[in-house]
Structures are given as C-alpha cells and as structure tokens.
C-alpha cells in the first residue's frame, strides 16, 4: 500500500481564496484524521471521520473550515476564506479503528499571503 | 480531559551516546501509549506503540519505551544514537475507554545528535 496520500503537498495562496486539501486514506482503514500543526500550537485535531461519518469536528477553528468525506478512499478539507493564520502544515491521517495507531500523510504545507 | 507533557523541548546528543526522551500523560483508565517520530518536511511515522502486556515494549530503528503506570510515563530510549536519528519525537495517547476518538500529542522533543 502506498500508505496516506495527500495533495497537493505544497500550496500557496492569497488571503481571501478558496483552498482545497486532499487526502486519500490507506485502503481498509476505517477512521480519518484531519490535523494541523503550527509552531505555536503543536499538532491540532481537527476533525475526525469513522466509517465516512463525520463524528467530531470541535477542532474545526471556524467556519471557514470545513470536511468532507464522500467515499471510504477520499477526503477534502475545505477552507473559504483563507487568511494567513490559516498558514501551517495539514496533515490527514487514517486508521483501522478509532483507536488504533493512526498512519499520517505526508503532509500539505499552506501558506496564505 | 488527558493530557501528555514532553519536559525537553530540545535535546541535544553525541553520536553513540544513550537517549532517553520524557514522556508523562494524565490520565485516569488505562491509556493506549505511542511514539511517533518526525523528520523534516515529513508526516509522522509510528516508532512503538503500547496497548497491554508486557510493558517494555520494542519498536523500529532499535527504539524501545517503558509505559511505567505508578509515574504516569512512557519514557523512549535508544542504546545508542546515530545521526540520522535527528528528528522531532512526538509521544501520544489515547483514552483506550471512550467511545470517541480521543488522541493527545505531546508538544514534541526536538533531537540534534552532533557526529
């Protein structure tokens, strides 16, 4: 398997714009991660899926955040408006149980100017 | 709510010496333990997990952790370190008992390993 795969890896944009992250969980795993991690805050989770069903998503910063996971092989997490704090490194990661270990991405790296 | 404290932000070792990188959680039933590791510009990668049993447990890269339940630890070391050991360690922990996802990272232990 080629372990969780996300993308793009690298995303710049401007203040203002939609941006789009994609992730694509290891094949069986039932459980998916979103999680961000700053300098400041560490490693944040943001919201997690079990069996594509969205179970807690009080890490989500506002209401510009948001996720979706339509099918068992894909995620996106959606962020509109961006700003710059938004800044960080998105990783997604998937597990075959809630409390397994968890298999993370690589990563994107957002910066919003 | 849990937590896990990672004391050493940044340590800093002589190749070939011994590592031993500080792990305590709070937290009352029994916890499921992790430690992941992360290289620069990488996602992070499982080093040893511990759920029950035996409480020395070995992981990857000669890595092992002792989950240490009267001092709340889950404490990682290596006999000897080599340079490409030199990453950023994240311990974790998960409520093994709730009904929702709970995992808690530590802020992390940055190692430098000097040749």
């Known amino acids: 398997d080629a372990g969780v795969i996300q993308s793009p890896r690298h995303e710049v944009t401007e203040m203002g714009q939609e941006v789009t992250l994609r992730c694509k969980p290891i094949?069986?795993?039932?459980?998916l991660f979103w999680y961000r991690q700053t300098m400041m805050r560490g490693l944040e989770l943001l919201i997690y899926?079990?069996?594509?069903?969205?179970?807690?998503d009080s890490g989500m910063p506002e209401d510009r955040f948001s996720a979706k996971m339509p099918n068992a092989s894909f995620s996106t997490l959606k962020i509109q408006p961006s700003e710059p704090r938004d800044s960080a490194v998105y990783f997604c990661?998937?597990?075959?149980?809630?409390?397994?270990?968890?298999?993370f991405g690589q990563g994107t790296r957002l910066t919003v100017v | 709510a849990q937590s896990v404290t990672q004391p050493d932000i940044h340590i800093t070792v002589s190749e070939g010496a011994s590592l031993e990188l500080r792990c305590n959680y709070s937290?009352?039933?029994?916890?499921?333990l992790f430690w992941y590791v992360q290289s620069p510009g990488q996602g992070l990668q499982l080093l040893l997990k511990?759920?029950?049993?035996?409480?020395l447990v070995q992981g990857i890269k000669g890595f092992e952790a002792e989950f240490k339940r009267s001092q709340s630890s889950f404490n990682l070391r290596k006999p000897s370190v080599h340079w490409s050991d030199a990453a950023e360690y994240f311990c974790?922990?998960?409520?093994?008992?709730?009904?929702?996802?709970?995992?808690?990272f530590g802020k992390g232990t940055k190692l430098s390993v000097i040749p």
């Open positions: 937290y009352g039933a029994t916890p499921y």
């Open positions: 899926f079990n069996n594509n069903v969205p179970i807690d």
């Open positions: 990661a998937s597990s075959s149980g809630l409390n397994t270990e968890a298999f």
């Open positions: 511990y759920f029950s049993g035996d409480t």
């Open positions: 974790a922990v998960v409520n093994s008992g709730a009904g929702s996802y709970q995992l808690t």
């Open positions: 094949s069986g795993h039932n459980s």
